[in-house]
């Protein structure tokens, strides 16, 4: 029964012009940022797999960010505007299929293109250039394994909202203030970055920003070439908060997410 609602999903997504626009108009803005960004900081630096990863991955999280939130709240939401739902569960389909198989498209269909995200601006350069030494590649498995769990979180809060609000766009606010709010509060605090160690796990984009940014860097001089050595390391601690907390948030907003779905009346 799930089975068959991922695949309407799917079958869906594949053609609505809305998930053509967002997905083109996200990364046209990610190819502005990508293009600054080589200009003001990879300009005249020995290309590697690795210093790219380091400087594009602050950029990067921007894009995952749009995803999670739009595609999230599309597929969770959109189908209130119309009898869908109700259809759905008159067909014999049971309400936790009908809840649990979107929320499966919802976050598969960020993280699917985050990942193609990653593959062009890091893992295809680093085929090319090699990975190089400004960061160790074991250090960036782990920043992308946080960064994916917190996106996971950010979508399973806005798939909660969509249906509790019942509306995609209701759910699309929602994960658009949860992630900006945050940032903007410890912003204009001014709190500085070792401050916001201490509780930067508890929010989703807090733990996004810390774990994407560089912070401290030296330089060496590697195979005849002066290269930039970046120094920031998550610690086991750090990375061991904020992977229990993101699986267990996630797990309370779509099961809350559910609970009020399997008694709402959607006829």
Known sequence: ????????????????????????????YFSVIAIETFQGYLSGEVLTGSIIAAFMTGDMTIVFFLFAVLFSSRIAGWDFTDKTLNYEVIYGHKRSSVYFGRAIVGICSGLLRSAVVVVVAVVIPTIILGWGWSVPAGEM??????????????????????????????????????????????????????????????VSSLSISEVSSFENYTSDYVLGSDIIVFTDRIEPHTAMLMSVMAVVCTAVYLLAGYAVFRKSDIH
């Open 141 to 202: 498995i782990l920043r992308y394994a946080l960064i994916t769990l917190e996106l996971v979180r950010l979508m399973a809060f806005v798939i909660m909202m969509s249906f509790v609000a019942r509306s995609n766009v209701a759910g699309a606010f929602a994960g658009f203030a949860a992630g900006l709010i945050p940032l903007m509060v410890t912003g204009l605090a001014d709190i500085e970055t070792e401050e916001m160690h201490t509780f930067s796990w508890l």
């Open 1 to 28: 029964m799930m089975l068959n609602i991922i695949k309407s999903q799917i079958y869906i997504m594949k053609r609505d012009i809305y998930y053509l626009w967002a997905t083109a108009l996200t990364l046209m």
